[in-house]
Structures are given as C-alpha cells and as structure tokens.
C-alpha cells in the first residue's frame, strides 16, 4: 500500500476544506456529445461514494443555451435522496428559479460578470443589468431559506478587455454579498492568474470587508497555475475550493477557457501538507477513470494519470 503523499504540514494554513465539486455541470456542459441522463445521475452518484459533500448537479438554464443540462428536470430527482450531500443547481433567472424550487433544490447558485464584455456574451445584458436580474432571484431564494451562491466569472483576466482591475472585481464581489449571496465564488475562467494577482484580490476584499468565509475560489488550468493558484488562496485562509473530477471542463461562452483543476490533483497537493477533506482519492480516481471511458477519452489530471497506470 503506498503512503505518498508524504505529509508535511504547513502551520499557517487552514486544517480542512470543503472542495465544492463542478464535475457533473461545469464539467460536463461543454461536452459536445450528450451524455445520457443515467450516465450522469451514475456519476453523481460515484462522486458522493468517495466522500464528496457538495457536488453541483445541474443547471436550469435554457436548453437552447446549454443543450446538455437540458435534462435537470430528468436528472435532479434521480440524485436528490443522496444522504449528507448538497446538490446545488445554477439558476440563471425567476424562472430557472421555479423549476428548481418544484423538485426541491435546496442550494442555488447565480452567475454573474466581473466585466461588461463577458456580461453580454454570457448574458446578453450590461453587467449592472445582469446584476440587477439575480437581484429578485436571491431575495426570493433567500425567502425560501435557500443557500445561495455567487459565481463571479473573468476575475483575473477577460478574453475582450484583459486585465481587469481588482479594484472592480471587489466591487462586484460586494454587491453580491449585500444582495444576499452567502458566498461567492471567484472564476479564473480563463485560466490566466498568478499566486500574486490572487494573493492581491483576497486582501482587497478582506480590506472591503467580506470576510474569507464567504470567498471560495474557482480556478482553470490553461497555464498550469491552478494549483498554485489555490495554495496562494488557501494562505489567505480560503476554505472552500471548486474543482472538477477528472479536470474536465471549460465554458462554453469563452472559448479560451480550458479544463478545470482537477479535484484529484487537488487532492494529492492537500493530502501532502495534512489538509483533511473527507474524500477518498483512490475511489475518485476510479471514478473519473470511469467517466473517461463514458467519454471515450482519458483524463487530462495528472494524478488520475499516475494514479491509474499504477494499478495497471
């Protein structure tokens, strides 16, 4: 039996996380081949047997917008009995909101633009119009003692507009919390920041007052930074860290927008310095090498790689 990692642990940083985990939605969004709803409530499913806590189900979008969440309807009441896990689900309006609330979503979660650009690509609105929609969104949300989240995309780099002041991205971070966001997770969607430019935001909005307990933190690896990324956030005192099974993903209204980082590279770097998260790599990477193979393709995490050929 291995015992790699070694575990050396780091005083100044935090003794556990909680990894939200986007496989089965961000993760599989930009898949150009449906995958089959059974596929995807089975995926789920696997997720949770390693100890996954939350795991983001589905998104009610419109399905002319993202054709593969077209089946939550379908999927949601096939994971909703999971014991201690929460299903969160993306609702881009009141109407996205209803249906959720019909099946009995209890987490929710709203996305919005750090910039004018990525708004009206993604939403077909100016950023403060965007702003403006979730408003009512939350507030109902919040009025049926639903948690909800704030996704907050191009944070650290915009495809049209490229650097995007921290100053701004701050800004846009507190309007979420005063709306009634509980946290607010900060997208690196297109996978260019660096330790520093991460380390800078975070203290911008400890200095503006959001506490780090409502800051989570999303990062993509186009440059291979994310994990580097999160060890600079997790220095600040960031607990709750998004990442996909597998490293799948991307984001189909910036198409720059590469793989997720990986939960099992997540895990191997956590497992290291002694940060506890409850999951089970083994089962994990059993678990996106099954995907893969649903997939017809091999995972580009690279301890899903090691891990795998390992055994075999």
Known sequence: ??????????????TRIRIHEVGARDGLQNEATIVPTEIKAEFIHRLAAAGLTTIEATSFVHPKWVPQLADAERLFPMVRDLESVRLPVLVPNDRGLDRALALGVRQVAVFASATESFAKANLNRSLDESLAMFEPVVERA?????HVRGYLSMCFGDPWEGPVPVDQVARIVRRLVDM???????????GVATPGHVQSLLATLIEEGVHVSKVGVHFHDTYGQALANTLAA?????????????????????KSATGNLATEDLLWMLQGLG??????LGLLTATSVWMAEQLGRPSPSRTVSALSHKES
């Open 142 to 146: 919040r009025a049926e003692r639903l």
């Open 1 to 14: 039996m291995t015992t790699l990692p070694m575990t050396v642990m780091d005083e100044g940083l935090p």
């Open 180 to 190: 009634g966001c509980d946290e607010v997770s900060l997208g690196d969607t297109i």
């Open 234 to 254: 997790l220095q600040l005192g960031v607990t709750t860290v998004d990442a996909s099974a597998g490293g799948l993903g991307g984001c189909p209204f910036a």
């Open 275 to 280: 940060i506890d998260t409850g999951v089970d």
